[in-house]
C-alpha cells in the first residue's frame, strides 16, 4: 500500500522569498509517479507540478521546482520567488503505473506575507 | 479556466430528496472520477470509470449512484443522503494508459444535506 505523508500542516513566508514545502512516501512499487496540487480558496484542485519516479532530473514548471530523492523516497516542493496568488492547500500524492487512484498526502497550508 | 466542468457548484438538499451532480470533460479522456473533499481534509476517491465502464468503486454506500452516459459526461446521482455526506464533490478526469496518469479536477460541487 502506499502512503504519503506531509509533515508541515502550516507553513507561512514573505513574498518574493523562497518556501519549500516536505513530502515523505512509502510504496512497494518500482514504477510510480508523484505529483504536487494547489488548491486555492475556490477549490479547485490545481496541478502544479509532476514527477516520473524513473526520471533522476528533478522536475520545474517556472518558478516551482521538485526536490525528489528516490532512496530516501521524499518529494518536495520549492517556490521561488513567492506571490500573493501561492497562497492555498497544497496536496502531495502518488499514484503507481497504471493504477487510476492518488493517495493524497494530508496537505499543507501556505500563508503568504504581504 | 478548467476543462472539467461541474454543475451544480452550489446544491442544498433534504434527506429525502433526489438530486444529481453532472460533469462533462472535452479533453478526449477516457477515465473520470468522482472524489468527495470534507473542510480541511485531502480528497477521497469515490468512484472511477474508465471507458465509461465502473472499475473502482471505494465502498461508497448506495445512496450515491454514478453514471457514465458517454466518453464525456460522469453524473452522480444522490439520494436519501445523511447530513455527514456534505462535502465537496470533485470530478476528475485523466487519459487511460501504463505510463501514468495525470488528473485533472473540476471546481467541484458544494453539497450541503440539510
Known amino acids: 500500500a502506499q502512503t504519503v505523508t506531509q509533515s508541515q500542516p502550516e507553513m507561512s513566508v514573505q513574498e518574493a522569498e523562497t518556501v519549500t514545502l516536505s513530502c515523505t512516501y512509502d510504496?512497494?512499487?518500482?514504477?510510480?509517479?508523484l505529483f504536487w496540487y494547489k488548491q486555492p480558496p475556490s477549490r479547485q484542485m490545481i496541478l502544479v507540478i509532476r514527477q516520473e519516479a524513473y526520471k533522476q532530473q528533478n522536475a520545474t514548471e517556472n518558478r516551482f521546482s521538485v526536490n525528489f530523492q528516490k532512496a530516501a523516497k521524499s518529494f518536495s516542493l520549492k517556490i521561488s520567488d513567492s506571490q500573493l496568488g501561492d497562497a492555498a492547500m497544497y496536496f502531495c500524492a502518488s499514484c503507481h503505473q497504471g493504477a487510476q487512484k492518488l493517495v493524497f498526502g494530508q496537505g499543507t497550508r501556505l500563508t503568504i506575507n504581504p | 479556466d478548467t476543462e472539467v466542468t461541474q454543475t451544480p457548484k452550489h446544491l442544498v438538499m433534504g434527506m429525502t430528496n433526489k438530486k444529481s451532480l453532472k460533469c462533462e470533460q472535452h479533453?478526449?479522456?477516457?477515465?473520470m472520477y468522482w472524489y468527495k473533499q470534507k473542510a480541511k481534509k485531502p480528497p477521497e476517491l469515490m468512484f472511477v470509470?474508465?471507458?465509461?465502464?465502473?472499475?473502482i468503486n471505494e465502498s461508497v454506500p448506495s445512496r450515491f449512484s454514478p453514471e457514465c452516459p458517454n466518453s464525456s459526461l460522469l453524473n452522480l446521482h444522490l439520494h436519501a443522503l445523511q447530513p455527514e455526506d456534505s462535502a465537496l464533490y470533485l470530478c476528475?478526469?485523466?487519459?487511460?494508459?501504463?505510463?501514468?496518469?495525470?488528473?485533472?479536477f473540476g471546481e467541484g460541487s458544494w453539497l450541503t444535506v440539510v
Open positions: 479533453m478526449g479522456h477516457r477515465a
Open positions: 476528475a478526469s485523466s487519459q487511460v494508459q501504463r505510463s501514468g496518469n495525470t488528473i485533472y
Open positions: 470509470y474508465s471507458y465509461e465502464k465502473l472499475s
Open positions: 510504496t512497494s512499487e518500482s514504477d510510480y509517479y
